[in-house]
């Protein structure tokens, strides 16, 4: 739960309110008040529960993901629901004229569109869980460590993509798999300029974006500070260099909203590949990507 997250729903809050407050008006400014005696709390506390449930499955899904459709769909079928829910409590306080039947006969239509909404949301939110799985069962294509998991990004840590790139050497007469390494440009600006929490952040939403263009056979690991290295088997070095070229396109496309800046920040990846050569060892491998990388970081191609 992230109470900041309401900032970020203030048209969909908006809508809760009115839902709420018009079923209030309506009910109060159109009847007139029962007497106790007529009053039945049985129901009461039927509708009222509703009523109250209603509003609290609201602020948990205000307060737990972000904006986005399935979000809105949400929220928009909960505040339907919830009107008639509030309008059947309200009723039963309170005598209504027969110039206003038509407010009763009417009650119950936001809540079967409510369910229409819901329904449709509940529908999106199961695909969404299924892209969701999908990016798991590609960190978890390798035996699980957990000891070699980086906190920050859970992804693997760069001792764990040593291992895996030993495994490939040692298995392979001739080994045929290349390996990327990414860096993101000015990340220690963005750091000192927006806090570590937001670098972290930053952080863990371009893992997310690397491994939504990776193979289900490709490895990607934080090799550390603000670099990634990825392992692509059986895999050229033409083909590492499209995919890498795909991440950091897909990349440089996502605008990243830090809280204390109205302007969305964009962010460039420098990377190199190099592919795995007869008689190679993890460690030459990986300083030679290193390498290039740093020549391309200084404008050089060679």
Not at 132 to 141: G, Y
């Amino acid at each position: 739960m992230n109470i900041s997250l309401l900032a970020k729903h203030q048209k969909l809050f908006s809508i809760a309110c009115a839902s709420l407050t018009l079923s209030i008006t309506l009910g109060i400014g159109l009847g007139n008040a029962k007497p106790l005696a007529d009053i039945s709390w049985l129901d009461i506390i039927g509708e009222g529960s509703i009523a109250l449930l209603s509003l609290l499955w609201i602020f948990f899904i205000l307060v737990s993901r972000p904006p986005g459709k399935v979000t809105s769909a949400l929220i928009i079928g909960l505040s339907c629901i919830l009107f008639t829910a509030n309008l059947d409590l309200v009723d039963e306080f309170i005598y209504y004229q027969e110039a206003v039947s038509w407010l009763s006969m009417i009650e119950s239509i936001p809540a079967g569109l409510g369910m229409l909404i819901m329904s449709y949301a509940l529908y999106q939110w199961h695909q969404e869980q299924l892209i969701l799985n999908k990016q798991l069962q590609k960190r978890e294509s390798n035996f699980r460590q957990h000891q070699q998991v980086d906190f920050i990004t859970t992804l693997y840590d760069a001792e764990y993509m040593r291992n895996q790139i030993d495994t490939e050497l040692q298995n392979k007469a001739q080994p045929d798999f290349s390996v990327v390494m990414l860096d993101i440009n000015n990340f220690d600006l963005f750091n000192r300029r927006f806090g570590h929490e937001l670098g972290d952040n930053l952080l863990r939403e371009i893992s997310d974006l690397i491994l939504m263009n990776l193979r289900a056979t490709d490895l990607a690991c934080r090799y550390a500070g603000d670099r990634f290295i990825l392992l692509f088997p059986d895999t050229d070095l033409e083909v590492a260099q499209k995919i890498a070229s795909q991440i950091k396109r897909a990349i440089a496309n996502i605008a990243f909203k830090p809280e204390l800046s109205a302007d969305p920040v964009y962010h460039q990846l420098t990377f190199a590949v190099e592919s795995a050569k007869f008689g190679d060892v993890t460690e030459n491998i990986l300083q030679r990507v290193s390498r290039r990388l740093e020549l391309f970081k200084q404008g050089q191609t060679s």
